[in-house]
T-cell receptor, first 113, second 118 residues
Framework: GAGVSQSPSNKVTEKGKDVELRCDPI?????LYWYRQSLGQGLEFLIY????????KSGLPSDRFSAERTGGSVSTLTIQRTQQEDSAVYLC???????????FGSGTRLTVV | AQKITQTQPGMFVQEKEAVTLDCTYDTSDPSYGLFWYKQPSSGEMIFLIY??????QNATEGRYSLNFQKARKSANLVISASQLGDSAMYFC???????????????FGKGTLLTVNP
């Protein structure tokens, strides 16, 4: 596609439920990143995928968070047993290779009630 | 220790004037990249300008320029002739070299909220 597509754009969920957030990167971009932006804060790195290499999961805040990338393209970020502190905007970005020309999606605004 | 520091939570500027947004960074690697992004209220992250650590000249893109002072580890963004549409959150970010062949993530500062007054 022309840009990085994220869905849903907004998600309201009840505490304790699981949620899945989807990212469709720009075609041909081998690197994919997930970031979290809490209200009024900067972007917090969560996870990085590069081609077929093992993902860098060093930013995942707890074992309730996981992500996968199927076929080197679409990625899904899963949050299990959501908590109120998980409320944030989750941003996905992709780039050709790693390190240049990052393009961000519009984000998913997650609200846990 | 913070890798990227933006000391100005908020800035105000009059339309048509220039404004400088501060950014300092911390790294021991000689090879790195510095980025500025704009985030309007709509939430999208818009790439503005990039400076590589080995670039001899300061980067410029239209009304945006990056005042790169390597010895001071600062990479301030200068916006000339401010426009009302420049009102947004501005983030400085750094890309560090790959570690173990797998990591090119960006580390972001906390941002500066710029308000342009008519």
């Amino acid at each position: 596609g022309a840009g990085v597509s994220q869905s849903p754009s907004n998600k309201v969920t009840e505490k304790g439920k699981d949620v899945e957030l989807r990212c469709d990167p720009i075609s041909g971009h081998t690197a994919l990143y997930w970031y979290r932006q809490s209200l009024g804060q900067g972007l917090e790195f969560l996870i990085y995928f590069q081609g077929n290499s093992a993902p860098d999961k060093s930013g995942l805040p707890s074992d309730r968070f996981s992500a996968e990338r199927t076929g080197g393209s679409v990625s899904t970020l899963t949050i299990q047993r959501t908590q109120q502190e998980d409320s944030a905007v989750y941003l996905c970005a992709s780039s050709i290779g790693g390190g240049y020309g990052y393009t961000f999606g519009s984000g998913t605004r997650l609200t846990v009630v | 220790a913070q890798k990227i520091t933006q000391t100005q939570p908020g800035m105000f500027v009059q339309e048509k004037e220039a404004v400088t947004l501060d950014c300092t960074y911390d790294t021991s690697d000689p090879s790195y990249g510095l980025f500025w992004y704009k985030q309007p209220s709509s939430g999208e992250m818009i790439f503005l300008i990039y400076q590589g650590s080995y670039d001899q000249q300061n980067a410029t893109e239209g009304r945006y320029s990056l005042n790169f002072q390597k010895a001071r580890k600062s990479a301030n963004l200068v916006i000339s002739a401010s426009q009302l549409g420049d009102s947004a959150m501005y983030f400085c970010a750094m890309r560090e070299p790959r570690r173990g062949g797998s990591n090119y993530k960006l580390t972001f500062g906390k941002g500066t909220l710029l308000t342009v007054n008519p």
